[in-house]
């Protein structure tokens, strides 16, 4: 699994996110260097964690093939331009995220263009690092579920918890710590 078309790959990326920006051109390229150190030779043995919600997400789920759906793309929301790149079957991991630059190289219409072309070594940081999952976070069927206590909805692959304070469990995240919503 190899990016070997950078603009073919970009293409796809930007067919599925509606325009041509930055985040189309640094999400390839995270992909292919991730790929690359990765090194998985089947999709199913890729995982990988990408640790933004903006357009960098959108490429990085087509050039690599991973869906949310499939569980083998994570969204950890740490606000960074960078991902994980996981071989289950080797057990090797690489994190790749943006190298700091100078502002004054991100402007211009250009932009978009150079950073497709500008070298990984100044483009991008990579490290071997060890991301430790549960079997219940991998892709494949639900190992586990349980009905929350409270809400009654059903709750998946070990996502639930017991409130510490009065020992009610199993319970939903949003049961237990509160919901991002607000019923109206």
Not at 23 to 51: T, W
Not at 109 to 134: A, H, Y
């Amino acid at each position: 699994m190899l990016i070997t078309d950078v603009r073919e790959t970009l293409q796809r990326c930007i067919d599925y996110h509606g325009h041509f920006c930055a985040g189309q051109s640094l999400g390839v390229r995270l992909a292919r260097k991730g790929l690359e150190l990765a090194a998985p030779e089947d999709p199913k043995d890729l995982i990988v964690f990408i640790e933004n919600d903006r357009c960098i997400a959108d490429a990085v789920l087509i050039a690599t093939g991973t869906r949310l759906g499939r569980r083998n793309l994570k969204y950890v929301d740490y606000g960074r331009m960078a991902a994980t790149f996981i071989n289950l079957k080797d057990d090797v991991a690489w994190r790749v995220s943006l190298k700091p630059r100078d502002p004054a190289d991100e402007s211009g219409e250009d932009v978009k263009e150079r950073l497709l072309t500008v070298p990984d070594e100044d483009l991008l940081l990579w490290k071997k690092v060890k991301v430790s999952l549960k079997k219940e976070e991998l892709p494949g069927k639900p190992l586990r579920t349980v009905r929350c206590a409270r809400c009654g909805e059903k709750v998946f692959d070990g996502k639930d918890a017991v409130d510490p304070g009065t020992g009610e469990g199993p319970l939903c995240k949003a049961c237990l710590k509160g919901a991002y919503y607000e019923e109206v």
